[in-house]
């Protein structure tokens, strides 16, 4: 007989209800949401009385490198792990509402999900005020 068998990180195996296994008994894996499975999806009961080995084993499904709309990625990697963060910015003339960092989550996908830079609607120039200036003197542009 075979004792339960071992467990995987981020996985589970199809034989939680027993605790002693007859030989010749095959148990399967499977992996938790957000992780895949590698190497073999089962073990078996040996003549001996252990199970055979190698265990299979799950891993954080990775993101791939978004794209941003009028903006570009600070990050050299294609795939990025769960937990993961990235850095962004938008062109000239565009900015992003809110953070300007993204998550990669368990599963492959990202949070915030969409990386858009809008057109930034430039302000009209500073009205002039009697005795007095601004600090954007002599600027064209103001956001």
Not at 101 to 110: A, H, K, R, S
Request: charged share 15%.
């Amino acid at each position: 007989l075979c004792p339960q068998p071992p467990n995987i990180a981020n996985g589970l195996h199809s034989g939680q209800s027993l605790d002693k296994f007859a030989r010749g008994v095959t148990v399967y894996y499977g992996c938790k949401d957000g992780y895949k499975l590698f190497g073999n999806v089962s073990i078996n009961c040996t003549e001996t009385g252990v199970w055979s080995k190698p265990l299979p084993r799950c891993e954080a499904i990775g993101c791939e490198t978004p794209k941003v709309h009028n903006g570009k990625v600070h990050g050299l990697q294609s795939t990025y792990k769960a937990g993961e963060t990235l850095q962004f910015d938008c062109n000239p003339g565009y900015a992003a509402e809110g953070t300007y960092e993204i998550q990669c989550q368990p599963g492959g996908t990202w949070d915030p999900p969409a990386l858009i830079c809008e057109k930034v609607r430039p302000c009209p120039m500073p009205p002039e005020i009697t005795n007095g200036n601004h600090n954007g003197q002599g600027k064209a542009f103001f956001t």
